[in-house]
């Protein structure tokens, strides 16, 4: 699959951004046209530990009680639409735990569609174990584990066993991530994501997308999950005292020049629930994204709860255990407080009132954090278009993607729009400074920190980005 | 867009974090806190301002003139619990404590070399990340903190099969090995780990931990004990020395972390 860069904006401005629609929808599954004028709920769930152990045991799991559940559910509240996500547990990169999972999803979700009309889908979406020790290409990877190896396996049963949308959360640059995000340390980020990053998931999803075109599956997309949501989860809320939340809003900025590359090698949509910095890639694309917010408090709370459906096209739980509540399983519960979020919207869209609803959600987290003043879809729009300015240049940029996030941020509070604690504001004027003393030139760059990282992050093999 | 015009968010949210802040600076902190003698004083200030590039030739400075265990006592190791308190305060942040580890272990690495029979740590813990499990940032930041408070720390790294962690467990007998997990999938890796353990006749505490792990499982099996948060291992870790064992410690757990 050819890479096409992108350098131009799909949206003309930024009031056009609205839930439901994309400028690019797309049809699979049982009935779902996603990005089409209507906001789908998607629900995630993950097994009961131990079912794992069993290839009868998980399908058992998956099949006959989470998606049974949760599409009886949709039937019982009259929801329309539904897609299910299968987040693969490790264990499935074996053909025998997985194949039955997948074409049981896929059985199931069809007699749902011809019983009841209820239109469904099911997204998987394959483990990336990849070690950068060990090696991220193939031809890198001679150790035990073969993590390299079974990636594109893994693609390969997840779509001939019947996937209507494939997606992963690719961990390159992680090594680089993990170091960044404990260590405060801006620049690391930016050649670990926004970088070295974005050359691996342009790597790995032109295969993707090669794999996914042989056996008529949707390409979706990929989330900076391993970087930015680290950061993101680690800034916390306002207990919290590891990360600094004006540190976690840039990386979300970068990690966007990151995802991007998933759909310059030819993703389609929707991308990951969990990828915060959808708003900035649709903005850029067109495509429709799948997010997470006040609906996804199973798995976690973050500061922009509401904001963050502000130009969803599915809306998600991010991930729930299998267990029972009150109101039914656990999966059934977040499946309905998700469908009636939807309906909300959707209800809204009916009404001619989505711009408006947007808007509430949007104001309604703005100024509660630097992460939900970068992700508020104007500022989004503008972090766009520094992206798509510099689209053609990797390392260009995710720096300009960077800058221009901190840039939003240091205007914010200085007009006195977004208030910052003295350390955010510390590290945010540090960030600014860091990025803006960097050379334009990439081989410059990347000499620089080969040099600069090389006693701090010694699991960068250069030959797992081609480098 | 909707104006916003006149709106009062403070109806709408409250933001704690700039409420509450702390407005004292890290040297308004250390003139209280750092040790008074000159030596250790200024050994102490290359760890709590993270210069880990200069602590070497300080130290360096310091050992003409001080006892090695004592520079490491008394100035990197007191500089080091300086850090910890701007950190409880509020006033540092996780970044810091990564450095200023860092700055801390370089230092420890010179005094020890003139340490007659090398520094005895205070004891030896095993820590992992569970098998198939790739997560492992948790694990790396207790790791820092263990090591900050004395311990050996001997880490296994990510996607460490189960036989392998019991093995370093009959090898070295730590005082507890750790395991992180981020999938619900993998945690179940520590019973399985402690069933072994129990079998081959080990009482050595079984620390889960990780995003995927809470409380009610890790006191589900035998041995089994939890760590939340890696600040919480240090004092955990203090009172298994203190000689409790992993039925004391889940008795006691709250009292233990105390709010940490």
């Known amino acids: ?467 | 867009m909707l104006s916003c015009e006149g709106a009062d968010f403070s109806k709408v949210l409250k933001r704690y974090d700039v409420d509450m802040q702390v407005e004292v600076t890290p040297e308004e902190m250390a003139k209280k806190l750092l040790p008074t003698d000159p030596v250790f004083h200024k050994v102490a200030e290359e760890v709590m301002y993270m210069r880990f590039k200069t602590v070497g030739p300080t130290v360096m400075q310091a050992l003409k003139e001080r006892d090695p265990l004592d520079i490491i006592n008394n100035g990197l190791v007191a500089g080091m619990e300086v850090v910890a308190k701007l950190y409880a305060e509020h006033v540092y942040y996780l970044p810091e404590i990564m450095m200023a580890a860092k700055t801390m272990e370089i230092g420890i690495a010179l005094a020890e070399k003139q340490v007659p029979g090398g520094l005895t740590p205070k004891a030896t813990v095993v820590m992992h990340a569970a098998e198939g499990d790739p997560h492992d940032i948790g694990k790396n930041i207790a790791a820092v903190m263990m090591r900050a408070s004395g311990y050996n720390v001997i880490d296994m790294g990510r996607d460490v099969p189960i036989v392998d962690a019991v093995a370093k467990v009959e090898e070295v007998k730590p005082l507890f090995i750790s395991g992180t997990a981020l999938m619900t999938t993998t945690m179940t890796a520590f019973p399985a780990e402690a069933k072994i353990l129990q079998e081959k006749g080990y009482n050595t505490p079984v620390m889960g931990c990780g995003g995927a792990v809470n409380r009610e499982f890790a006191n589900s099996y035998d041995l089994g004990i939890y760590s939340e948060k890696a600040p919480q291992t240090p004092l955990i870790a203090q009172k298994l020395l203190d000689g409790y064992d992993w039925k004391k410690i889940r008795d006691e757990w709250d009292n233990i972390v105390n709010g940490e």
Request: glycine share 8%; proline share 4%; aromatic share 10%.
């Open chain 1, 1 to 467: 699959m050819a890479v096409t860069r992108c350098t131009k904006m799909a949206y003309e401005n930024a009031d056009d951004m609205i839930f439901g629609s994309s400028q690019h929808p797309v049809s699979y599954g049982f009935g779902l046209k996603v990005g089409a004028g209507y906001v789908i709920p998607e629900v995630n769930y993950a097994p009961r530990p131990g079912t794992e152990k069993d290839p009868e045991k998980l399908r058992k799991e998956y099949v006959d009680y989470i998606s049974k559940d949760i599409l009886n559910r949709c039937v019982t509240a009259g929801f329309p639409n539904v897609q299910l996500e299968t987040e693969w547990v490790s264990q499935m990169n074996q053909e025998k735990l997985c194949a039955p999972v997948v074409a049981g999803q896929k059985a199931i979700c069809e007699k749902f569609h011809e019983e009841y009309g209820l239109n469904c889908a099911v997204r998987q979406t394959i483990p990336d174990q990849r070690e950068a020790d060990e090696g991220l290409r193939p031809e890198v990877d001679k150790s035990e584990h073969a993590y390299a190896h079974k990636f594109f396996e893994c693609a390969e049963f997840a779509c001939e066993n019947g996937a209507d949308v494939f997606s992963v959360e690719s961990v390159g640059g992680k090594e680089f991530a993990d170091y960044a995000v404990t260590n405060g340390d801006i620049v690391a980020f930016l050649f670990g994501v926004g970088y070295l990053g974005a050359i691996d998931m342009t790597y790995i999803w032109e295969q993707c997308v090669d794999i996914c075109k042989k056996h008529k599956t949707i390409p979706g997309g990929d989330t900076n999950c391993s970087g930015a949501n680290v950061a993101m989860f680690m800034a916390g809320g306002y207990l919290d005292n590891d990360v600094q939340r004006t540190f976690s809003a840039v990386t979300r900025c970068i990690s966007a020049a990151r995802t991007l590359a998933a759909c310059e090698a030819g993703a389609v949509g929707p991308d990951k629930d969990c990828g915060y910095e959808g708003p900035i890639v649709k903005a850029i694309t067109g495509k429709p994204t799948a997010q997470e917010g006040k609906n996804c408090q199973c798995a976690h709370c973050d500061l922009q709860g509401n904001l963050i459906a502000q130009c969803c096209d599915l809306w998600s739980n991010e991930s729930v255990e299998y267990h029972p509540e009150f109101g039914g399983t656990s999966v059934q519960c977040w499946a309905g407080s998700l469908g009636y979020e939807a309906s909300l919207m959707n209800t809204a869209i009916q009404l001619g009132q989505e711009k408006t609803l947007r808007d509430l959600y949007m104001y309604s987290d703005r100024f509660r954090g630097p992460e939900a003043y970068v992700l508020a879809y104007d500022h989004a729009y503008m972090i766009g278009q520094a992206i798509a300015e510099n689209g053609n240049d990797l390392y260009m940029r995710a720096k300009a993607a960077g800058l221009c996030g901190a840039k939003i941020l240091k205007q914010g509070y200085d007009s006195k729009e977004l208030a910052l604690t003295n350390k955010q504001l510390e590290v945010l004027n540090d960030i600014i400074k860091k990025l803006e003393e960097l050379p334009d030139d990439t081989d410059k760059f990347v000499e620089y920190c080969t040099k600069e990282f090389q006693e701090s992050v010694p699991r960068y093999n250069p030959k797992n980005y081609g480098l």
